[in-house]
């Protein structure tokens, strides 16, 4: 009689042990990772929204806490005549985040840009006052209790801190915005009401912020938060620039969220820097020298960016109410098409597949070595 192997006895137990530990592996996720930390949110666009791809949304569901809309809440669609509300699919994204249990976070009120072309009409400062007051006030109070956040006013300023002229500040000055603000809290008193921008994190853009939070709260206006957008690229900017940012911030007692987090992997034209949509380049092959597939020698870079900015983030986790990627995956980015038209941008963690990259990785990694 044959000696029975003690290996093959044991086999079933080991296999099973493997398997629990593949099904562990599988369901970490990043909110779970960061839950003590701060929200891990996502934009979402309107087929994502409407849960049009079952893949893609198993992925929302998995990796994220907080969602902000990408782009149906902005006023040219959700307001597109005087007259006229379009909530369709703003109902649809707040009950998206009520059904997931996640963080709902409202972009935006007020903007310059991507509005209605019958806001951009408007000359006189009383029916800009009546527009703004049945505009907010309106939006807000349809999800007061349900919108966990809002963006009340977005991109107000310029590179050098100055005042955007914009349609709003042409017409009532800097009063708007304040404004904005004592009309966004009187509409939902608990709702957190936040200033959103790109290069806030620059100095002479972050002193004009620092003075736009104190005029509006010495004007009366309720503010809780800065958004830092962070469309980031491989080198810029430095950590220490961002870290400074996060502690003048929140030296004046506001929570900072990284509103639109990614890192362009390609070379940016004139050194543009930030995300005014209304630039756009011609294209060229120098501009686009990754059409079909990011080098690994770029992941690594890559991964390498996003580690270091994790690693700031969880220093100060204590300031940080929420970080937010400008999208689910590269496939769906805002930045294969600017500022230069059909590029293959790859700024995110997850690939146009919606395989996690080496950047996720490392993101993981930050909170697996904490342990």
Not at 39 to 65: C, P, R, V
Not at 97 to 104: A, D, P, R
Not at 114 to 141: N, Y
Request: some cysteine; charged content about 25%; glycine content about 4%.
């Amino acid at each position: 009689m044959k000696r029975i192997n003690h290996y093959l006895l044991l086999l079933p137990a080991i296999l099973l042990s493997s398997c629990n530990a593949q099904k562990e592996k599988n369901t970490v996720s990043l909110k779970d990772s960061y839950k003590n930390d701060f929200y891990i949110g996502t934009a979402l666009d309107a087929n994502q929204i409407e849960e049009k791809n079952a893949k893609e949304d198993s992925l929302i569901k998995k990796e994220f806490n907080a969602i902000t809309a990408e782009n149906i809440m902005k006023s040219m669609f959700v307001h597109p005549a005087k007259d006229k509300y379009d909530f369709a699919l703003s109902d649809k994204f707040v009950a998206y985040g009520e059904k997931n249990k996640m963080f709902i976070h409202g972009h935006t009120l007020i903007w310059h840009s991507q509005l209605a072309p019958w806001m951009t009409e408007i000359k006189d400062s009383t029916e800009m006052k009546a527009f703004m007051k049945d505009h907010i006030t309106t939006i807000v109070s349809k999800y007061k209790g349900r919108i966990d956040s809002w963006d009340v006013v977005n991109e107000a300023l310029n590179d050098d801190g100055t005042l955007r002229k914009s349609v709003f500040l042409n017409t009532l000055g800097e009063q708007y915005l304040v404004d904005a603000f004592k009309l966004a809290a009187a509409a939902d008193p608990k709702t957190d009401l936040y200033y959103n921008d790109y290069n806030n994190e620059e100095p002479a853009k972050r002193e004009g912020n620092i003075n736009l939070i104190k005029k509006i709260k010495a004007g009366g206006g309720k503010i809780d938060g800065v958004g830092i957008q962070a469309h980031w690229r491989l080198e810029s900017p430095s950590i220490e620039m961002i870290e400074e940012s996060i502690l003048a911030y929140s030296a004046l007692g506001l929570k900072v969220a990284f509103t639109e987090l990614d890192i362009t992997v390609l070379p940016n034209p004139w050194d543009l820097k930030g995300a005014d949509v209304n630039q756009n380049f011609e294209g060229s092959a120098k501009m686009n020298p990754y059409p079909e597939k990011l080098p690994d020698s770029v992941q690594v870079k890559l991964a390498e960016r996003y580690a270091s900015i994790f690693k700031l983030f969880l220093k100060h986790q204590d300031k940080i109410s929420r970080v937010t990627f400008w999208g689910v995956h590269d496939g769906q980015s805002w930045l294969n098409d600017w500022p230069i038209k059909g590029r293959t941008n790859y700024p995110l963690l997850f690939d146009k597949d919606l395989k996690p990259k080496k950047a996720y990785q490392s993101v993981m990694t930050l909170k697996e070595t904490k342990k």
